[in-house]
């Protein structure tokens, strides 16, 4: 509406001087007097000097304005015409007839009127019954005319034209005239077009976004609302009174305040707007969005606009607090699993020295109920149960310190030392299976910081996994193979090599209650892990080439050990 209302204006602005341009230049030809005029006024006068010289100063003052105005008719950038009062073109400016090609005050032919062929000849065969039907109306009425209508320009292309006329009028009323104009508009209707197809595929970029879009102005009022927000609160967001009202009643009554604060603090200082909050859905559910907004400033800076967001995130805040239960849930769990962890490491370390106290104590009897008793290596067994009870104790606080992360009490130590001492405790038990035992002990390796009973632990483990791996070997394969040497100028590495069948899983050892064993608890090599990174070291697992597997863990040196 304002558009048409401005292209009315702008019609009525250039046709006012055009008009009194027109009326000038036919008063200023009608004006001038002709040379015989001229004649017979001299004759009357007698043909005096003086006359004779202002009537020439008048004509040719006549002439030079008529010569100006004609001018500036043709060079005014429209298409300038005239018609007279029973509607036939009289007049048309020099930049029509350039556009036309041919000046249609002339070119008709005899019989038919110089409207019918201006018709005929330029005006496009779609508008031009219903422009006829028009102009003549407005003839007989005396209404202003105003419509658009294509031409056809000299070469051959037709464009769209913005025309209007208006009628001049003697004293009595009656027209004398009617003056015109057409102005070219074609590039403007294609400007128009590619407007409103923008606009149109904005609008539906804007619609078809899977978020809740937003407008405010500087002032907070609501002026936008795409369709992905209208479908969300159910209403006709097209209705201004309803944008205006809807956003003080679909925030939850528990973020009200805090999006009010946080939104006025925004418009006043021009900060942008982030937060969290429930909005009312249709159906009436409240349902969780993360909002934003930011404003659009002119070029001086000005806040214009404020355009925002609101993106559902309902389904991720409800994802989050299950992610929290079960995170507790297994903070829980694991903390069971620890205790259980715990427990089986000591049932599993413990049990080795309570079978040496069964056995102990069985052969302790058997001395006593000798006859006569054997005292005295009934003495020397009642030791050795002392010594395995003890042993016992200091495996159960020794784990207890191990799963608490608590140091324990470490002693420079000969590496090869500790494992001939472990190759004594479980010589009986290798040689009952048949199996040898072969060393390959670097001499001369530096004194190393650690847990006397807890590497102990490790190795008895890492001998006996090695002989039970062995189980189904026959002969001179039956070979336990291990090996002590430096690992660089910073460490020590301990190697266990059996001939068994090897690992089927050589990553997953180490895991707590992960076994290959029948009636194995799958805690062995999950504590001796923990041990080795206890002291610093690393602990390993890997098949042979040939067959069976070597576990190795290396331990560094300190500064003061290395050489």
Request: charged share 25%; with cysteine.
């Amino acid at each position: 509406m304002t558009t048409m209302l401005l292209r009315q204006r702008l019609g009525l602005a250039i046709m006012a001087p055009v008009r009194r341009a027109i009326r000038i230049f036919d008063r200023a030809r009608s004006a001038t007097p002709s040379p015989r005029e001229s004649a017979g006024h001299l004759a009357r006068r007698g043909g005096a000097p003086v006359e004779a010289d202002v009537h020439g100063n008048l004509v040719a003052a006549l002439r030079e304005r008529e010569r100006a105005l004609a001018q500036f008719v043709d060079g005014v950038p429209v298409y300038l015409w005239r018609l007279a009062p029973d509607g036939e073109p009289d007049f048309l400016n020099q930049r029509l007839k350039d556009f036309l090609g041919v000046d249609m005050t002339d070119a008709h032919e005899p019989g038919t009127s110089r409207l019918a062929a201006f018709m005929e000849t330029t005006v496009h065969p779609d508008d031009a019954a219903r422009l006829e039907r028009v102009l003549k109306h407005c003839l007989v009425t005396g209404e202003r005319f105003s419509m658009r209508y294509r031409l056809r320009r000299a070469d051959g292309l037709y464009r769209w034209m913005e025309g209007s006329a208006e009628p001049m009028r003697d004293e009595s009323g009656r027209i004398v005239q009617w003056y015109g104009l057409c102005r070219d508009i074609e590039d403007q209707l294609h400007a128009e077009e590619a407007l409103r197809s923008r606009e149109q595929e904005l609008s539906l970029l804007v619609d078809m976004v899977p978020s809740n879009l937003w407008r405010l102005t500087p002032d907070g009022e609501t002026t936008l609302a795409n369709k992905h927000m209208s479908d969300f609160l159910g209403l006709d967001l097209g209705d201004k009174s309803q944008l205006e009202t809807v956003f003080d009643t679909i925030f939850h009554p528990d973020d009200v305040e805090e999006v009010s604060d946080a939104l006025g603090r925004s418009l006043q200082t021009g900060e942008r707007f982030s937060m969290k909050y429930r909005l009312r859905r249709a159906d009436g559910a409240y349902r969780w969005m993360s909002g934003r907004a930011e404003p659009m400033r002119d070029e001086s800076g000005r806040i214009v606009q404020w355009y925002g967001l609101c993106h559902d995130i309902d389904d991720q805040v409800h994802a989050e607090e299950a992610l929290r239960r079960a995170s507790d849930k297994l903070a829980r769990a694991t903390q069971a699993a620890s205790l259980a962890e715990l427990s089986a490491s000591i049932a599993h370390e413990v049990n080795q020295p309570l079978a040496a106290i069964v056995a102990y104590s069985h052969a302790c009897l058997r001395w006593l109920s000798a006859e006569p008793p054997n005292v005295e290596r009934a003495k020397i067994t009642a030791e050795r149960i002392t010594r395995d009870a003890n042993s016992a104790a200091d495996v159960v606080s020794r784990i207890r310190a191990l799963f608490r992360r608590a140091p324990g009490t470490r002693s420079p130590e000969h590496i090869n030392r500790l494992i001939g001492e472990v190759c004594r405790l479980t010589a009986d038990e290798i040689a009952a299976k048949g199996i040898r035992v072969k060393t390959h002990l670097e001499p001369d390796l530096p004194l190393i910081a650690l847990d006397h009973v807890q590497m102990q632990q490790v190795l008895v483990n890492l001998i006996r996994n090695g002989v039970e791996a062995m189980d189904a070997v026959a002969g001179d394969a039956r070979v336990l193979q291990i090996r002590s040497c430096r690992d660089g100028a910073g460490a020590l590495r301990v190697e266990v090599r059996d001939a068994g069948s090897g690992f089927t899983d050589a990553e997953r050892v180490f895991e707590p209650f992960f076994t290959t064993k029948q009636h194995g608890m799958g805690m062995g090599l999950a504590v001796c892990h923990s041990i080795i990174e206890s002291h610093g070291g690393r602990l390993w697992a890997a098949n042979n080439e040939t067959c069976g597997a070597t576990v190795a863990f290396t331990l560094p040196l300190t500064p003061s050990e290395a050489p």
